[in-house]
């Protein structure tokens, strides 16, 4: 077993959840032959607050853009995805196994009052993981792509995210 399948099984264990592939929504839809790496269009991200824990906002994030977090001082933006992500243990560099998405990851990029403040990153099918400094953390439930089908999480996380949602923004 590779260290990069280790890693990544390492990260779902700790988080709780178990290691799998995303599914699309429509199991029976394939990825249109040579369609080439999977190209975000949109991801939906649930956010929730270390301090405040009753905290949550939901917004459908396109890559580069910058959005508020509810009322906050916070500001993100998805900078980075990775459609099949895994970590190198020896030189700690985020890549992609594939250029199919069976372990979606997000790099997101958060500001405080305009000044950069944290980097982290959100995984579909996985619940919300803080950093030993992050006061916020992301939760990808749905995934839409350019040349691929939705995906849509089916995972224990997102029943539960899924009645506390409002409006998305």
């Given at each position: 077993m590779s260290r990069r399948i280790v890693v990544v099984a390492a990260l779902a264990i700790l988080a709780g959840a178990p290691a799998r592939a995303a599914a699309p929504a429509n199991p029976s839809a394939a990825p249109a032959s040579g369609a080439g790496p999977a190209r975000l269009k949109s991801v939906t991200l649930h956010i929730f607050n270390r301090v405040f824990t009753g905290f949550h906002d939901k917004v459908v994030a396109v890559p580069n853009r910058e959005y508020r977090v509810g009322d906050t001082e916070f500001t993100f933006r998805v900078a980075r995805f990775e459609p099949d992500f895994t970590l190198d243990l020896k030189t700690h560099r985020v890549t992609s196994r594939s250029g199919e998405p069976r372990n979606p990851a997000f790099e997101v990029i958060?500001?405080?009052?305009?000044?950069?403040?944290?980097?982290?990153?959100?995984?579909?099918?996985?619940?919300?993981?803080?950093?030993?400094?992050?006061?916020?953390?992301?939760?990808?439930?749905?995934?839409?792509?350019?040349?691929?089908?939705?995906?849509?999480?089916s995972d224990s996380i997102a029943m539960r995210i899924e009645p506390r949602e409002g409006a998305a923004r």
């Open positions: 958060v500001s405080r009052k305009g000044a950069p403040h944290d980097t982290c990153w959100a995984f579909f099918n996985m619940p919300p993981h803080y950093g030993i400094r992050e006061e916020l953390a992301f939760v990808a439930t749905r995934i839409e792509f350019t040349n691929r089908p939705v995906l849509a999480s």
